[in-house]
């Protein structure tokens, strides 16, 4: 059955599996998770749950932001994102009330789930940064030296050449993750390997989508 919920990177840590061997996990924090809204066919022409995360001062919030969450009687959410799977698939949230609290307990450990988050920006960066190219001979008299190489007769634009230019702040999704542990007295999950983004960067967490 699938699900989702939204969560905080808070970084990572080391832990010993029953193996004995050090595995690398990341700690997600997955308090304050509300359903705002719940949409349907008949109404939106897609099944979706719309959940909130991460309360905010109602003083930073406009009216309509307000006026959204009041049928869920919480506080303004600083994340709100659709979670949304396919028709087919028997969806776990769906059938929950608007104004439900999703807590730890929607996931366990040995869960698979894809992490979607927004990967840590780079500004602007040249070609063997950005696309692990290698350099040109560095001696004296070389005319080459960490250039993009020729790009050929060209006039305008290039297309399909890797060239330099903006790196990272790009939506990314790791999939295959698996939940290790479950902490329900911190709300946080323990996740193995990295996830996208940096310490604090808001996630998103969902079934595996190859798992059904």
């Known amino acids: 059955m699938a699900k989702g919920i939204l969560g905080r990177k808070i970084g990572m840590i080391q832990i010993f599996n029953a193996q004995g061997q050090i595995v690398p996990v990341t700690v997600i924090d997955v308090t304050e998770n509300v359903i705002l809204q719940q949409k349907t066919i008949e109404?939106?022409?897609?099944?979706?749950?719309?959940?909130?995360?991460?309360?905010?001062?109602?003083?930073?919030?406009?009216?309509?932001?307000?006026?959204?969450?009041?049928?869920?009687?919480?506080?303004?959410?600083?994340?709100?994102?659709?979670?949304?799977?396919?028709?087919?698939?028997?969806?776990?949230?769906?059938?929950?009330?608007?104004?439900?609290?999703?807590?730890?307990?929607?996931?366990?450990?040995?869960?698979?789930?894809?992490?979607?988050?927004?990967?840590?920006?780079?500004?602007?960066?040249?070609?063997?940064?950005?696309?692990?190219?290698?350099?040109?001979?560095?001696?004296?008299?070389?005319r080459y030296h960490r250039g993009p190489g020729s790009l050929g007769a060209i006039k305008g634009k290039v297309k399909g050449k890797n060239l330099p230019g903006q790196m990272g702040n790009e939506t990314v999704t790791i999939q295959n993750l698996e939940i290790v542990g479950v902490n329900a007295e911190q709300q946080v999950l323990l996740v193995s390997g990295s996830v996208p983004g940096p310490k604090n960067g808001l996630v998103v967490i969902k079934t595996a989508v190859k798992s059904y």
Do not use: C
């Open 43 to 142: 109404k939106d022409s897609y099944v979706s749950t719309q959940i909130g995360f991460d309360s905010k001062k109602p003083a930073n919030t406009n009216k309509p932001e307000q006026g959204h969450v009041k049928a869920a009687n919480t506080a303004p959410k600083r994340f709100v994102k659709e979670i949304r799977f396919d028709e087919r698939t028997q969806n776990e949230l769906s059938a929950l009330p608007v104004g439900t609290v999703l807590d730890i307990n929607l996931f366990k450990a040995g869960d698979v789930i894809d992490v979607t988050g927004t990967s840590k920006g780079k500004g602007f960066q040249g070609n063997i940064k950005r696309h692990n190219q290698s350099r040109g001979s560095m001696s004296h008299g070389s």
